[in-house]
């Protein structure tokens, strides 16, 4: 089975905190999202990778950094981080197919405090 | 851009009941089309999906047809049960191989 894996269910940060959330995929697949879910919003992308050392922004990168220095891992940085960033946020992978689906981690609630 | 629109929801049935959650899309191309759930403090899973016009995907007893002439794939199940409670999302992907999410639909199964 793919398993994409976040580090952190849960995390409380305070106002101007540096964040780290990160993503590890274990079926070496290309593509890699950092998603954030909010009441009423849906998921809204915020970064996606196709390759190491690429990336791309999404809809809502005002705020948000992303890395990913190899294949497996995808990072998601907030550099200063504010109250309106507390969310649900999401990873997911997929291979580099367009029929194919995208698999999620778990998930992890930040609160920014 | 490509985008996908579900159904309003809270949507609220009986056990047993019919469950029909839509889901129309916009895109310049042949997407693939995916319903996604979420169960309570979880990420999301897939549920079924289908990649070209007339495909039916199913799973669990849930069914979606690929429908090209009316941009949709409405999600259906004969007779829900309380443990299908969840969020219910709708996608779609193409070309730039990001998937494009609908808002999501709550459902609710009262015993």
């Known amino acids: 089975d793919v398993k994409v894996t976040q580090s952190s269910r849960y995390l409380v940060k305070r106002t101007g905190e540096k964040v780290f959330l990160e993503c590890v995929q274990d079926?070496?697949?290309?593509?890699m999202f950092w998603y954030r879910q909010d009441p009423g919003l849906g998921l809204r992308l915020i970064y996606f990778?196709?390759?190491?050392?690429?990336?791309e922004k999404g809809d809502i990168p005002e705020g948000y950094s992303v890395s990913r220095e190899k294949k497996e891992r995808f990072s998601l940085i907030l550099e200063s981080a504010s109250t309106n960033q507390t969310s649900m946020y999401l990873c997911a992978s997929r291979p580099g197919r367009v029929t194919t689906e995208a698999f999620f981690g778990q998930g992890t609630r930040l609160t920014v405090v | 851009g490509d985008s996908v629109t579900q159904m309003e929801g809270p949507v609220t049935l009986s056990e047993e009941a019919f469950l029909t959650i839509n889901c129309t899309y916009t895109a310049t191309g042949y997407p693939s089309l995916f319903w996604y759930v979420q169960y309570p403090g979880e990420g999301l899973q897939l549920l079924l999906k289908?990649?070209?016009?007339?495909d039916k995907g199913s799973n669990k007893g849930f069914e979606a047809t690929y429908r090209k002439e009316t941009t949709s794939f409405h999600l259906e199940k004969g007779s829900v049960q309380v443990s299908d409670s969840a969020v219910y999302f709708c996608?779609?992907?193409?070309?730039?191989?990001?998937?494009?999410f609908g808002q999501g639909t709550r459902l609710t199964i009262n015993p």
């Open positions: 990778s196709y390759d190491v050392k690429m990336k």
């Open positions: 289908a990649t070209k016009a007339d």
């Open positions: 079926m070496d697949h290309e593509n």
């Open positions: 996608a779609l992907i193409q070309g730039a191989q990001k998937l494009v």
